[in-house]
């Protein structure tokens, strides 16, 4: 692996504590393990919804607990995705920023519908009576650049996460979705996570992110502190998706070498034309 994806794995963006109804360890155990882990930075985050009021307690806890040298520690909410023009499901009042959380973590937990979020029951449903599998990856692709043009201090959650679950996959994603999706991460300044527990976004999308000079961080999706800061699909994800990077780098380089030879050529023989 390369050293910008080794540097990656000292990350954990994505940690859950109980103050999420699916989480298991407090915030004290994650950062321990953290520490003992040898990480240097840490995502705090727990889901929220609009109704959610306990984002304030959950910034002063965190504020509260003891950091283990060396570590920086970061906070944000989970939310979820709701429909094609971008839209996020946050609590109305929610401070991001100086006094707030740090970022808005948004998962793809549902399709984004021209209508509000589809199950994926329901999309599956939608695609078996006509929906073709074009017009889905353009929805979600579309959604998803409105969110991050709409969301400040943004993070994408296991981002394709959804596309098994709906018996579609990233491969059918293609390199121009993929180009524009990495692009908007790149000029907004959204982040990107790798995400352990779903094993995405895969190689293509990664390496499609690197292209475009977006900002990628790994992260576990953790629900009990014995998790955070391990890595085994993020690990090959990243190899997968540098070497993919540096490959595709050579080629065009080898081209615009290629290319620059030709040219020279081309000159040599045009300006031996004009001297017979």
Not at 148 to 153: C, F, H, Q
Not at 229 to 254: C, P
Request: net charge negative; hydrophobic share 45%.
């Amino acid at each position: 692996m390369t050293a910008s994806g080794r540097e990656l794995l000292l990350g954990d963006y994505h940690v859950h504590s109980t103050f999420s109804d699916d989480a298991v360890s407090t915030l004290a155990e994650n950062l321990a393990v953290a520490g003992a882990a040898g990480l240097r930075e840490l995502r705090l985050i727990d889901h929220v919804r609009a109704s959610t009021t306990w984002v304030p307690e959950f910034v002063r806890a965190v504020a509260a607990e003891r950091i283990p040298d060396g570590l920086a520690v970061f906070t944000g909410v989970e939310t979820k995705l709701l429909d094609a023009s971008g839209a996020i499901d946050t609590p109305p009042d929610l401070i991001v920023g100086t006094g707030g959380v740090g970022a808005i973590v948004i998962g793809d937990h549902q399709f984004p519908g021209t209508d509000g979020p589809w199950s994926p029951r329901e999309t599956t449903e939608r695609l078996a009576a006509g929906l073709s599998a074009d017009d889905a990856l353009d929805l979600l692709i579309t959604a998803s650049i409105r969110a991050m043009k709409r969301t400040p201090n943004a993070q994408l959650a296991h981002w394709f996460s959804i596309l098994p679950k709906v018996g579609l996959s990233e491969d059918q994603l293609g390199r121009d979705r993929l180009a524009a999706w990495a692009a908007a991460a790149a000029s907004t300044g959204t982040i990107v996570e790798v995400n352990e527990k779903w094993a995405c976004p895969g190689p293509d999308a990664v390496a499609a992110l690197i292209a475009a000079g977006a900002r990628i961080v790994a992260s576990t999706d953790s629900h009990v502190a014995t998790d955070v800061g391990r890595y085994e699909r993020v690990a090959r994800i990243l190899e997968d998706a540098y070497g993919r990077s540096q490959a595709s780098a050579e080629q065009s380089a080898h081209t615009a070498s290629s290319t620059s030879a030709d040219s020279t050529n081309a000159e040599s023989f045009n300006a031996g034309e004009e001297d017979r």
